[in-house]
């Protein structure tokens, strides 16, 4: 089955054309980092203009990639949820343009579901299930008990910031540009990380969620002094920025790691699953590979360019959810600016 997917819940703007939920035949991606960079962070206005004028170019360019027409596609996949509503609207109203016009189904993908298939994409075979899914993006921190593709349990999320949006933030507190996650990896490897004591939140009764918020506001008065605003000039000279970024990194990507070993143990889960942006960090990766070594835990990891925001998730995971489903979705599929497991 020829499954055509798209994904424009943020800032990301992508085409894929993957068959039977693995071999991908194209992979097309518009980022638009040149266009946010400017201010930090996404700008929702200007991300909806540039998904539409890039859209229908990378789903061309994708079927030329692919040699394929149309006519031989079997199946439309679009990410309709969560997202930025505006961004999400453009991705769902194009897929329900090509369904409507071609008569081929259907089917509306939960974009954090998708990162997590990222990584069984990747595999060369299935994870054993249970496995401790961890999804660490721009956009969520989510810890899911897997029981196979498309069934999932909540253990634990975000009550405030998500940890690439803590990234993100610490970034433009330090001086650094958007997207902030690399910047702040690149930089903390001259730094010294045990120079400032910063720890990540812990939420009360609740040992799987995760809190960035404070910690994010240790880091901002560290920087340019207690109870300073995020205007305020930085105290700190290039050695400091960079020890605060180390300090901060450990921080933030250490929660991950204990509370995702913790959750696997708990609920008897036999391999890590990663997904999102944050996956990308290769400072994430030693330290979860080290500890998950440890336990004689598997860790699946997204191949290369699976980590970030991409269509080649979507398209494979809208094969299984149309197989799961049995039917196609309506073309009254709702964009949705949340969707929880
Ligand atoms: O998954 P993604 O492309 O978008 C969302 O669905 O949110 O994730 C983007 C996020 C950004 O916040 C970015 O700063 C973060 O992933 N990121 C990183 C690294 N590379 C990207 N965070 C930490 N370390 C990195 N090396
Ligand atoms: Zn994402």
Partial sequence: MIVLGIESTCDETACAIVRSGRDVLAHRLASQVDLHQLYGGVVPELACRRHIDVLVPLIRGALEDAALSLNEVDLIAVAHGPGLIGA?????????????????????????EAHLYAALMSAPKPPPFPALGVVASGGHSSLVKMHDVGS??????????????????????????????????????????????VKPGQVKGRPYDFSFSGLKTRVLYLAKGNGASKYAPLL????????????????????????ALAAAQEHGCHSLVLG???????RLRKLL?????????????????????????????????????GQADGLDLQAQTRISF
Wanted: charged fraction near 20%; proline fraction near 5%.
């Fill in 236 to 259: 700190l000279d290039e050695q400091g920025k960079a020890d605060l970024a180390a300090a901060f990194q450990d921080a933030a990507l250490g929660d991950i790691v204990d509370k």
């Fill in 289 to 325: 590979g080290d500890k998950a070594q440890e336990q004689n835990l598997p860790v699946f990891w997204p191949g290369p360019g699976l980590s970030v925001d991409n269509a080649v998730m979507i398209a494979g995971l809208g094969y299984h959810t149309y197989q799961r489903k």
């Fill in 88 to 112: 999400l609207l453009i991705g769902l109203n194009g897929a329900k343009a090509l369904s409507l016009a071609l008569s081929k189904p259907l089917i509306g993908v939960n974009h954090i």
């Fill in 152 to 197: 999932y349990e909540l253990i634990g999320q975000t009550i405030d910031d998500a940890v690439g949006e803590a990234f993100d933030k610490v970034a433009r507190i330090l001086g650094l540009p958007y997207p902030g996650g690399p910047a702040i990896e690149s930089l903390a490897k001259q730094g010294d990380a045990q120079r400032f004591a």
């Fill in 276 to 282: 999102g942006g944050v996956t990308n960090s290769r």
